[in-house]
């Protein structure tokens, strides 16, 4: 017996080209068009390139938020105001 396990995942589309392509699709058959194309394109040199690059992009803006969180997280102190010198 084959397994069957999927998992729902929601997609907003917003291209009325695709949407009306989409719901032309007879009923039953929509989830496999979308699926079968999705990895179709992900599988390919140029879904596989840009999906590679755009996971890169998500690390180096996690790095960044992590790296801005720890110089915010500690600021320097400034030197107390009764250790200034100088004619005001």
Same mark, same amino acid.
């Given at each position: 017996?084959?397994?069957?396990?999927?998992?729902?995942?929601?997609?907003?589309?917003?291209?009325?080209?695709?949407?009306?392509?989409?719901?032309?699709?007879?009923?039953?058959?929509k989830?496999?068009?979308? #699926?079968s194309?999705?990895?179709?394109?992900? #599988?390919?040199?140029?879904?596989?390139?840009?999906?590679?690059?755009?996971?890169?992009?998500?690390?180096?803006?996690?790095?960044?938020?992590?790296?801005?969180?720890?110089?915010?997280?500690a600021?320097k102190?400034?030197?107390?105001?009764?250790?200034?010198?100088?004619d005001?």
């Amino acid at each position: 017996m084959t397994d069957h396990a999927g998992k729902r995942i929601a997609i907003r589309f917003c291209s009325a080209n695709v949407i009306n392509l989409i719901e032309e699709l007879p009923r039953g058959y929509k989830s496999m068009m979308v #699926e079968s194309a999705v990895a179709a394109f992900l #599988e390919s040199e140029v879904g596989s390139k840009i999906a590679e690059q755009l996971k890169e992009r998500k690390k180096k803006q996690a790095s960044l938020k992590k790296s801005s969180k720890s110089k915010n997280a500690a600021p320097k102190q400034s030197a107390p105001i009764g250790h200034i010198k100088g004619d005001f």
